[in-house]
Each structure stands twice: as structure tokens, then as C-alpha cells.
């Protein structure tokens, strides 16, 4: 964490801001802020998530079904200037490593004060917009609201349930309950076809998690997408297009989040083409996702490898400065103009300035709490501290895998090139999910290529793990 720039540790000043924020008295609901803890809200989430961002309602409406988005009201507590929001400003993010989380902010806050915890009255930003059948959004607001989490769920309770794959979660006895899941289910299904239609692309992202039994790693293990996180998924980027669209129409700079168009798009095209498609030589979003959703129903179990050489040759996301009338940097996986981050706060530092600049939109004579300037800095730092928490969290996940798979050598496996660099070759195997160096037989591969490799070392120590093709 120190080598990336990143201070583990809570300075002592926070301590103490800490102590003085538990001493506050509890708010109250207020006439200017809506009550909405009637309302059915309901998370869903990690089996281990305890930083509880975002909460989830939907309701029949005339023109299709109204979703209300809530999001934790973080800058309610964390005032700007002060020094946690200081140190949030410099991590800027969370960083997960497998075997230990660093939050961006206390965990006093972040998975309590901050935390849309189950039960617990809370104060809100609510994004709300209504999906027509055909997965158009209309009728956007943004306003500020008291909320109650009623149910906390999970992606792997409730998944396999709207799947047909598994039982139904004991949170969801009640046909009240049922029924609204499975209408937020709808909706996020209705959002995610209109968005494949304009072009978005869709990954099958393979999570790597550790099976650790008495502070032990025993095994690693993939964890799937599932009904359930696309639900979720669906509606966080809808959530996230509003809050850019209203910040825009208000004439505000703001952060947005942009991944530019790929500059390996001819190594996409040749890739492309060892599947006997053809894509068009100038990147097209709408044309590479028919040819990825061709791939998935073609050959669904090979397609994660097809999937991950893909997003490796796009490349990551980055934050920008966005002002009014300015050029739109747009979004080349999402096919959207307009996007940020808006919906996790308590992890995210680009997602806490989006909520203030939406605050000052939503308070006429306040003016935005940051010059073009000092959004352009928050902008390229976010960037510069989440590749850096990329780095940490892939070193400490090479260290649990290698772990994983010390008994295994001599093995081989599947694997896919994920990344041809002055520094090496490097491959990832699906089963177990586990990533390494190609260290022998590395010669004319490139992103994408499949191959079978052997396992040659795992060291934990310096999280090294080897692969020679076989």
C-alpha cells in the first residue's frame, strides 16, 4: 500500500473527528427533505459488504416501472475540508486485498453513521427515473430524502432464486417482497436490452475469491455474475447517466467516468476474425458487441476467455474533468455520452464531489463547491490512486493464488494472453482463476490467444506464479 502512494492508516485527527461526529446529535427528518422510509427499500450486495452504499424501491408506474435509487448521503456527515475528506481526497478509494480491506473512510462511518444498514433511518440522495417497456429512461429527479433499509440481501441468496436455480431467500417471505424484486428484476432486464441495442458491451467478469479456513488459504475459486449483480449493475449505470445528464442540464462541471475509444481496436478486429467474423476498421461499439453476444451463444463456456482479452485490449476507465458546452468524452463500453460515478460514496472520493456538485444544483444560490481547476486535479488523482489500488490488489491477489495452487505444480490449463508488455507476457487460467507469467514459450502470442500452459512456481512470498506453454 505504501510503495502505491496509499497511507493505510487514519492520521490521528481523524480519530478524533471521529469521536466528534459519534457526540453529534442524531439528525432529524426536516421539512425540505422527503420521508421515504414507508417505502420498500431493500439492498443487495456481497455476503460480506458492510459499506451499504446504495438502496433499492420500484413501483408500477403509468409509462413503465418507477425505480428510486437510494444513495448514502456521505457528504451529510463528511463535511468538505475537513480531515477526512482530506484523506479521502488523497486515497480516493477503497482498496480490496482479498485478506484485509483498506477503507477510504473510517469503518465507524463507512459501514455504520455512512452505511444504508439494515433498519436504520438515513438520510439520501435519490436518484429516480421511470423504464418504459422498451428499457427507455424518462421522468429523471434527483432529490434528497430520508430512507429505511428494510431488507439486506444478497447476490448469492438472491441470484440463484430469480434464476430458478436456487430457493427463495427467507428476507423475501411475502409476496410483497417477491413481487417487488422480481419488478426491479424486469425493469433491470428491460434496461440492459436497451442498452445492448445502442451498443453497450456486456463482459462476463470472473471475481477471484480466496476459501481461507482458520487464517489459512485452502483454495481459490471464481465467482460468477449472476441475475442478481446485473440487477444491480443495471441500475447503477442508469443511476450514474442521470446524475451526469442533470449536472450537464444544470450547467455544472462536473467528473465524469469515460473509457475512450480502443487504440488496440485492430488487434479487436484480428481477434475478430480468427472467428470468422469481421468487424468495421474504424471501433464501433454496436458492431463488437453483436459479434461478443454471438460469441456467448455460440460457445458460452469458452466465452469469459474471448471476454477478458477484450476488455484488457479496450483498456481502463479513467476520470475526466467535464464542463458545460464542452466536447462529450463519452463512453465507448456503455455507448453513453454522458457518465460518471455517483452511487458509492463510501468507497469512492469522485463519487463524494458528484454528490456535492448535485447538492449545490439542488440548492439554487449555492454555488458548486469546486473550480474547473480543482475538479481537473480530483479527476487525474482518482485516476492515478485507482490504477494504483489495481496494482495493490492484483499483487495480493498473485500472493493468495499462489498460495492457492503451490500443491499443483506440474499441472496444466486453459489459459488466455492477457497482457504483452516490455516486462513479460502474462496469462490468466480460468479454473482455478489465477493469473501469472509466461515465462517459456512466450514467442509470437498476443491478447486473446488461447493456450495450454503448464505451472512451473508459485511464490507466495513475492507472489510469482509461472506458467511455461505446454
Known sequence: MIHEGFNPDFPAEIRQQVTQLRLRPAAEPQDDI????????????????????QIEVAEPAAAGTRIRIGIA??????????????????????????????????????????????????PAVVIEFVVGSGGAITSPKIYRA??????????????????????????LAGAQWQAQVKLQDAAAHALRAQRSRLGALNF??????????????????????????????????????????????????????VVKTPERWPRIVELAKNYGESLPTEPDSGALNAFLQKRRAADPVHYPD????????????????????????????????????????????????????????????????????????IARNCTLKESAARKVERSMGKRVAALAVRNKIGQAFDAVVTGVTPKGTFV???TPPIEGRLTHGEQGVDVGDRLRVTLLSADPQRGFIDFGRA
Open 73 to 122: 448521503d456521505v457528504t451529510a456527515m463528511v463535511e468538505k475540508g475537513t480531515p477526512i475528506d482530506r484523506h479521502a481526497a488523497q486515497e480516493t478509494t477503497s482498496v480490496y486485498t482479498a485478506v484485509r480491506t483498506f477503507p477510504m473512510l473510517p469503518e465507524e462511518l463507512s459501514t455504520d453513521m455512512t452505511s444504508l444498514n439494515e433498519n436504520q433511518d438515513r
Open 204 to 257: 462476463d467478469r470472473v471475481e477471484a475469491v480466496p476459501v481461507i479456513t482458520d487464517g489459512h488459504v485452502d483454495a481459490i475459486v471464481a465467482r460468477p455474475k449472476n441475475r442478481a449483480s446485473d440487477l444491480i449493475e443495471d441500475f447503477m449505470v442508469a443511476a450514474n447517466e442521470v446524475m451526469a445528464e442533470t449536472l450537464k442540464n444544470a450547467g455544472v462541471s462536473s467528473i465524469q467516468r
Open 146 to 171: 430520508w430512507v429505511r433499509n428494510k431488507a439486506q440481501l444478497t447476490y448469492n441468496a438472491v441470484g440463484p432464486w430469480l434464476e430458478g436455480k436456487g430457493p427463495m431467500p427467507a428476507k
Open 34 to 53: 422527503q420521508d421515504l422510509r414507508a417505502l420498500p427499500w431493500s439492498s443487495i450486495d456481497n455476503d460480506t459488504s458492510r459499506d451499504l452504499d
Open 428 to 430: 490468466r487460467v480460468l
Open 306 to 377: 474471448l471476454s477478458l482479452g477484450v476488455m484488457k485490449l479496450m483498456g481502463p476507465g479513467e476520470y475526466v474533468m467535464a464542463r458545460p458546452g464542452g466536447p462529450e468524452p463519452g463512453h465507448f463500453g456503455l455507448a453513453a455520452h454522458d457518465y460518471t460515478h455517483s452511487t458509492a460514496p463510501n468507497r469512492r472520493f469522485a463519487d463524494m464531489v458528484v454528490q456535492r456538485l448535485v447538492k449545490s444544483v439542488l440548492n439554487p444560490g449555492h454555488p458548486p463547491p469546486y473550480a474547473d481547476e480543482d475538479l481537473t486535479a
